[in-house]
Each structure stands twice: as C-alpha cells, then as structure tokens.
C-alpha cells in the first residue's frame, strides 16, 4: 500500500470535518517554501532566478511553525530551492512531526546522505525525491552529470536507516513514454513507498519556455504512460488526480487546496503564480480573487495548467464530495491496470528527447551557495 493507513485515515478525517462544517475552501497540504536557493540549475525551474538578495532569505522554524498553526493543513510539503540548504531544516522538521503533521521533505537528495542524521525516522516524515527519469534523461534535465546517480545513492541509504521514501517526477514535453515506464520499474525495484508525478509547469522565470506541455499534450502523454499499468508500480497520490491527468476526468483548480507560504508571505493564488502576498491564512482565503484563476476562469496563465498543486485537491475533494466520488475512488484504486489498446500504439510513436534543448552544466552541490547564486 503506497500510503500507510493511519495517513489516510487523518487526511479522510481532517477532509469530512470540513465539510460537515460547510467550508467551500479548505487547505489540504500547506506548501512551505522555507528558501528559494538551490544546488541546481534546472532549466524548467524558476525558484532560482530570483536576485542575490532574496536567494539568501529563508524563514525561521518560528516563521515556519505559525504558518502550519494557522493553515492547519494535515500535510505539509516543503519544497524549495533546495530545502536541505536550511542550516535548520532539521529542527524545522522536528517541529512539524512534533506537530504530527504528516510532512514531505522535498529534495533533489544530493546533500542526503550529508545531512541525513539531522532527522529520525518516523511516520510522519517522507524523503520526496526528485527525479525526472532515466539515468541520462534526469541528469539532462536537472543540468548535472551524475545527479541520478547521487539521488538513487540518498534513497538507498535514506531507506536502509527506515525512512519513508517517495519519488516526485515531473515532464515535459518530448518525454518519451517508454523511457517514463521503464523508470517506474527502476524506481519500483529501489522500494520507495510509492512515486508522485506531475505535468512541468511555465513558470514565468524558467530560462527553457519551449518544453512545457499544454492540455491536450498532456492527456495524451499521461494516457500513453498510465495506461496499462503494471501491477508493481505505485503512486503516492490520489487516484482520481491520474485519470485527470489521463483526460478521463475534469475538474475545476482548487488553488486554496495547497496554498503556498514563503519569505515573502502567503502567496496568491497558488504555488504557481505570483499574484501578490498577503499576512495571514485567513486574508489569503478572503483578498484572493480564485474567479480570476484556473483553466476555467480564461486566464491565460493558467490556460495549460494540470499540476497537482491546483488539480489533487480538486480531485481529493470529489472523493469525499459524494457517494460517487468515494466510490469512483475505490474503483481507481482496486482496478488501475487501465487496459487501453489505443495507448499502447502511442508508446510506438516518435517523440523528440526532451534533453535536445540545453546542456549540462556541471554544478559542483558542496560549494559555498553564493557561487551559485
């Protein structure tokens, strides 16, 4: 099972309380972006172009610790930058599973091994690993040779010291489907609990605007990818949000379902776009103008977005919404071999290698962070 019971029976619980208490917009998962700075150089990432200045700000663990208290969202991601680079982070995370707040520690795990005796194993804490595919394919994308190599060496030592582990991947367009499910037996063979993926997003500041997948792409890469599955693959994350990705489903974004808190604020509306900041949760939910956002609304900033940042709530929600949609989630969940024959003629089509558009660049992570800033 690629999510342990208790977790799901909190997140069920947290997510009826809500409802009962008639509440239309409620966080699911607080993304909490303690930094911005980072040991890579992703071409599809735009957390680091951010000036000098603000790529050396980070929250406090007291900054931290009010933010969770005052969304009380049941999970907390924290993603980054490079959130290993927090000389707190340790404390940080002990304060959240303090909290028992189910936490996922977002992490490109090249500073893993490093730092890994400033957490303990629990429960409540998941290594969420970042990568892109295949050997060649992740090294091309996060713009280091030999990057797959040091992440696959973090989540073998972070799982031989009995931490949860999850991969998190994201694609591009020109990501070829067979490479895609070839890696999910490579990730399936290390015995990570579970993986979680997610269509690559424009990012205003992301040096590559050429590779980002619009809707119809993305249906049908996900439907060529998640079609006749294999029984040993699992996947971290709802079940219903995989067939959205598929095209077998549509749902509304739910941009208040992972809101976002940084060092600059709570940032409207979501984890994606930056539409100014306010003070508190509460302002959050009430100064966001959300008619303005999602594919729905015709903005064109979010004309091709699919990401799990909008979408899983809005897919979570439809679980606990109706009879049907619980339903609809037992049945995704026991019966996800998707045999489709259509999808398996698209693995045969010819795709274009998402690494055909930049080079790597050698980017040495144990270097004084201001050399790379």
């Not at 890579?40 to 000036?51: D, E, H, M, R, S």
């Not at 939910?285 to 091709?304: H, V, Y």
Request: proline share 7%; charged share 20%; hydrophobic share 35%.
């Amino acid at each position: 099972m690629p999510v342990p019971v208790s977790q799901m029976w909190t997140v069920a619980s947290y997510v009826l309380k809500q409802k009962l208490k008639g509440r239309k917009r409620y966080p699911l998962v607080l993304m909490l972006e303690p930094l911005f700075r980072c040991n890579l150089a992703c071409a599809g990432c735009g957390k680091i172009q951010y000036p000098g200045h603000v790529l050396k700000l980070q929250l406090t663990p007291e900054e931290c610790f009010r933010a969770v208290d005052e969304c009380g969202a049941p999970t907390v991601a924290i993603p980054g930058g490079e959130p290993l680079l927090h000389p707190q982070i340790g404390e940080i995370v002990a304060g959240l599973v303090e909290r028992r707040k189910y936490v996922y520690l977002c992490t490109n795990a090249l500073l893993l091994q490093q730092k890994i005796d400033l957490f303990k194993p629990s429960k409540y804490l998941t290594f969420s690993v970042h990568l892109d595919g295949q050997r060649q394919h992740h090294d091309f994308s996060v713009c280091l040779e030999g990057g797959y190599d040091k992440a696959v060496a973090g989540i073998k030592e972070a799982l031989r010291r009995g931490f949860r582990v999850t991969t998190n991947t994201t694609l591009f367009d020109g990501a070829d489907p067979q490479s895609v499910r070839a890696f999910f037996d490579e990730t399936m063979e290390l015995g990570v609990e579970g993986m979680m993926l997610s269509p690559g997003y424009s990012y205003d500041k992301a040096p590559d605007q050429n590779h980002f997948l619009g809707r119809a792409r993305t249906r049908r890469l996900f439907r060529a990818i998640l079609s006749n599955r294999k029984p040993t693959w699992r996947f971290n994350m709802s079940p219903l949000f995989l067939e959205f990705l598929m095209g077998k489903r549509d749902y509304p974004c739910t941009p208040w379902g992972m809101p976002t808190f940084n060092v600059f604020g709570w940032q409207k509306p979501c984890y994606l776009l930056q539409d100014g900041y306010a003070d508190s949760f509460a302002e959050l939910l009430r100064s966001t103008q959300w008619e303005r956002f999602g594919t729905e609304s015709g903005n064109p900033k979010c004309a091709n977005c699919m990401v799990h940042s909008g979408y899983e709530a809005s897919a979570v929600n439809h679980t606990f919404s109706s009879l049907r949609g619980f339903l609809a989630t037992v049945r995704a969940a026991l019966s996800s071999r998707y045999q489709d024959r259509k999808a398996l003629e698209l693995l045969h089509e010819p795709v274009h290698p998402v690494h055909a558009f930049h080079p790597l660049v050698q980017i040495d992570s144990n270097a004084p962070q201001e050399t790379r800033v």
